[in-house]
């Protein structure tokens, strides 16, 4: 543990959180009392920053890295500063991606309590969710008497480890009603989508209570409302509704709250962290996953439009070896090591992966936002070939900085801070891709369209019966959350750089009526990860003393 860290009511103070308002879990993280939010209403709030990036490499970019020291160099400057981000998963953390905490000098502390399980809200998302299963499974066994369709059970059992290959799909019920159903993963859950869209308690229970879990034979939605189970599933949730407060390497305050993935489902973290965080600090960085694709995208059109904030400006985190991965010159791929050529000079590799920054450049500016390129600096990255990468960003009208917050921490993100600052006090012309009065296939073509550059939208015999259903049952104004690869601006993987000349197929699309929106599932994308040959959770043990070692 570095030395920097400090009790957990000394990090709450320097944003003027009281000690009234902790809750703690030991010296080092705490839970914050909604009154907290409920005081500070009204008040004037900070600046409000939303980090993404261009299409990630199974290497990881650095944008938690970069989240964190943009937070902590703002500090630097004199002003105060809170980072938001998403609470790991442990299917990620024992599977491909190991920790998901930030590295070197700009990294979360008590990173590996955060890592595997902060204050046990997954814990609390999964058995909310699974009591909703349990419920319907027993409404069946004790006569039925909803008329419940068993072929139209949309709700799956979660689980939050990576595990597809045994419970993906799976014949249930064998002493009960014995049907086909699989497991998904936690962070794809509805009840955590609903956690990180609530914006207070009666919300949260509004929500869980709307959630549509089955069809009845005529066609009628059978909610958590209808089964009598939505008031406990608030009551295991209400402590995991507010949110958690760790901090940075450099003492700085950190809210980890929610965690909802962002290649399946809505990829930000909570409402309530990002208001609390913007009444107490002038700028909050926030995190949004992967790509401006998927989880810059789904910031815009399903986070911003129940938080009702806006933001300031974005940050693209990009790094040289990812750009030379996207000309398509260099393999890549999960559980690989590193190519040894991407630490050579390579100029006409950096220039052709630029196409891939370019169309993500191009997002932000399709929003009406402001926007900072952030260049994750290397040790072994050629100066020649950063300055091809300023001189090309530049030309697109847009701000560039170097980061070298991982081994600088926050002095080494002062160069971007400033830039943030700047771009977060220009003018903007924020807007939607499209209305939620509009068809439900229109926006999944807007997006597909403007957003990862396809030609159009191809959907399945049974996708298009669900968009019809969609429409029957009053749920064509949700907004639509697109489930798609992380690893490519299209739904193939394989496609690196900026794709073209694709049409992105959709096979299945699924209601979030408790969320508020709608999920389709593009491609081959799997709502249940597994694991790679060699897992991460290979590398993680204890030592002598109880320490956690091996955690990435």
């Not at 570095?2 to 003027?16: C, F, H, M, N, T």
């Not at 070197?104 to 814990?123: R, S, V, W, Y």
């Not at 990576?162 to 497991?183: E, H, N, T, V, Y």
């Not at 998927?294 to 974005?314: N, Q, T, W, Y």
């Amino acid at each position: 543990m570095l030395p920097q860290i400090q009790r957990i009511e000394s990090v709450a103070s320097k944003i003027g959180l009281f000690p009234e308002e902790l809750e703690l879990y030991g010296p080092y993280k705490a839970k914050v009392s909604l009154s907290a939010l409920e005081r500070r209403a009204g008040q004037p709030i900070g600046r409000y920053v939303v980090v993404s990036g261009i299409t990630p490499t199974p290497f990881g970019e650095g944008k938690t890295v970069t989240a964190i020291g943009l937070s902590q160099a703002f500090w630097r400057m004199g002003k105060t500063a809170v980072v938001c981000l998403r609470q790991p998963s442990l299917g990620p953390v024992f599977g491909v991606k190991g920790g998901a905490t930030g590295g070197g000098k700009a990294q979360l502390f008590p990173a590996d309590e955060i890592n595997l399980g902060l204050t046990g809200d997954f814990h609390a998302v999964t058995t909310a969710h699974n009591l909703a299963c349990a419920f319907l499974d027993n409404h069946l066994y004790r006569g039925n008497a909803l008329n419940i369709d068993p072929e139209r059970i949309f709700i799956r059992r979660v689980l939050d480890l990576c595990d597809r290959w045994a419970l993906s799909d799976i014949l249930l019920g064998l002493r009960g009603f014995p049907r086909k159903s699989g497991f998904d993963i936690t962070p794809t859950s509805e009840v955590m989508a609903i956690l990180a869209l609530a914006r207070d308690l009666g919300d949260l229970r509004k929500r869980l209570g709307r959630m549509v879990l089955a069809l009845t034979k005529e066609g009628k939605p059978v909610t958590c409302e209808d089964l009598r189970v939505a008031g406990a599933m608030a009551a295991l949730l209400r402590e995991a509704l507010k949110p958690n407060l760790v901090q940075t390497s450099e003492g700085t305050p950190a809210f980890v709250h929610t965690g909802p993935f962002a290649n399946i489902a809505h990829g930000n973290s909570s409402v309530v962290a990002d208001l609390l965080a913007l009444g107490l600090g002038e700028f909050v960085v926030t995190e949004a996953g992967f790509g401006s694709d998927i989880g810059l995208e789904k910031f815009v059109h399903i986070k911003c439009r129940a938080s009702g904030l806006v933001p300031d400006c974005v940050v693209l985190v990009a790094s040289i070896r990812a750009l030379k991965v996207h000309s398509g010159r260099y393999s890549a791929k999960p559980g690989q090591p590193l190519d040894p050529r991407l630490a050579d000079p390579d100029p006409k590799a950096v220039e052709e992966g630029c196409a891939n920054l370019e169309k993500h450049i191009e997002n932000v500016q399709a929003f009406g936002l402001p926007c900072v390129v952030a260049l994750n600096r290397f040790p072994e990255d050629d100066p020649a070939e950063i300055r091809l990468v300023q001189k090309f960003v530049e030309g697109k009208g847009v701000l560039f900085a170097e980061s070298r917050a991982f081994s600088a921490g926050g002095e080494g993100a002062r160069e971007l801070a400033e830039a943030v600052a700047e771009a977060a006090s220009l003018p903007k012309n924020f807007r939607f891709l499209y209305d939620l009065s509009e068809p439900i296939p229109l926006k999944i073509e807007r997006v597909a369209k403007i957003v990862y550059g396809a030609d159009g939208v191809e959907f399945t015999e049974l996708a298009q019966a669900r968009l019809e259903e969609c429409a029957r049952l009053g749920w064509a104004e949700f907004p639509v959350c697109l489930a798609k690869t992380h690893l490519s601006l299209s739904h193939d993987p394989s496609r690196k750089g900026r794709p073209r000349g694709f049409i992105l197929p959709v096979r299945d699309l699924r209601p979030m009526v408790g969320a508020g929106f709608l999920y389709a599932l593009c491609g081959n994308i799997s709502t249940m990860p597994g694991l790679p040959a060699h897992p991460a959770g290979e590398r993680i043990d204890i030592d002598a003393e109880g320490n956690v070692i091996g955690l990435g």
